[in-house]
């Protein structure tokens, strides 16, 4: 382990450890090729875990849900997460755990009943979704035309890379030069974007989609500061002119926390920067981050 360079990251793949850069899957894993993978990302910051329990509960049910059990138990994970952390070192990180069902072998039918999952976690150094620099002054979104994917196709509880509609989505903001794109359901309701969950902000009162998207961790984590912070939340459908006319828009997600909106199409909202609640909910989550607040903290050497 001594010889080895950790420093741009490390891994480990079904039972190994290895700097990032040796981590590798056969191109004919079934994880890759049908996208038949889920995953889960935690963050670290302060040299802790957020919310490291949630973040495994979570992987755990969106395993089953896929029929995929891996060798390892909940607590082996957190040790592995834990060992990948104080490899690299990092004190801010990405930190993902996949599980992947490989290609059945020859001589079986070619079902997935019959393709074993596995684990592949990994380290980066931490990510923003979006940078400081928009963060400061409020992200540019736009309502992107693809549908986001049905939950009768595929339940959004398990986190998933079916990003077809999202990565398209995205394209459409760039060509409009916005940053993301936000996408509705076919009923028009508001779901969610590439990578986060969001809220809109009406007379005070903070509103998020209750289904048709992933049931993030920050999400949670923004409805008990609503609780601590008596701001009033609900969790109720949001229509596409509804959303449009917010005093506030915010997304939220792990590589990132608390991110406000400040345009959304053509439309700037609060004078082009980030509204005073998700201000407010954005400095209380750091503050109570740097607290401790549903903190993990990692030994390093
Ligand atoms: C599609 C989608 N929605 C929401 C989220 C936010 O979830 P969390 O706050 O647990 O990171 C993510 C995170 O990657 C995501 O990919």
């Known amino acids: 382990m001594s010889d080895l360079d950790w420093s741009s990251g490390a891994a480990y793949v079904d039972g190994q450890y290895m700097p990032l850069k040796d981590a590798k899957i056969p191109v004919t894993e079934w994880g890759y090729r049908r996208s038949d993978v889920t995953y889960d990302v935690v963050g670290v910051y302060y040299g802790a875990f957020f919310r490291l329990d949630d973040h495994v509960k979570r992987f755990r049910a969106s395993m089953e849900k896929l029929r995929m059990k891996p060798e390892e138990s909940d607590d082996q994970i957190k040790e592995i997460l834990t060992e990948i952390v104080t490899r690299s070192g990092y004190r801010e990180a990405y930190v993902a755990m996949d599980c992947l069902r490989s290609r059945p072998p020859r001589g079986v039918p070619l079902h997935p009943a019959y393709g074993r999952s596995y ?3 990994h380290v980066l150094p931490w990510v923003w979704v979006f940078t400081p620099e928009q963060q400061e002054r409020g992200v540019h979104a736009i309502i992107g035309t693809p549908e986001r994917i049905a939950p009768e196709s595929f339940d959004p ?3 998933n890379f079916h990003w077809g509609d999202l990565t398209r989505g995205n394209f459409e903001a760039h060509e409009q030069g916005a940053e993301t794109a936000i996408l509705l359901d ?5 779901t969610e974007g590439p990578g986060y969950n969001v809220f809109a902000v009406f ?6 989609p209750r ?3 992933l049931e993030g961790i920050t999400r949670k984590s923004v409805i008990e500061l609503c609780q601590m912070l008596r701001l009033e939340c609900e969790l109720r459908d949001i229509t596409r002119d509804e959303f449009e006319n917010a005093d506030e828009i ?3 997600t792990t590589a990132g926390g608390i991110m406000p909106i400040s345009k959304l199409g053509s439309r700037i909202l609060g004078n082009g920067r980030p ?3 998700s201000t407010l909910l954005k400095d209380t989550f750091w503050e109570k981050r740097k607290q401790g607040w549903h903190a993990t903290p990692i030994a390093y050497e």
């Open 119 to 121: 684990l592949i976690c």
């Open 157 to 159: 509880t398990i986190k």
């Open 186 to 190: 076919r009923y028009g309701h508001v």
């Open 203 to 208: 007379d005070g009162k903070v509103v998020t």
């Open 211 to 213: 289904s048709g998207a």
């Open 250 to 252: 915010f997304c939220s």
């Open 275 to 277: 509204g005073p609640i």
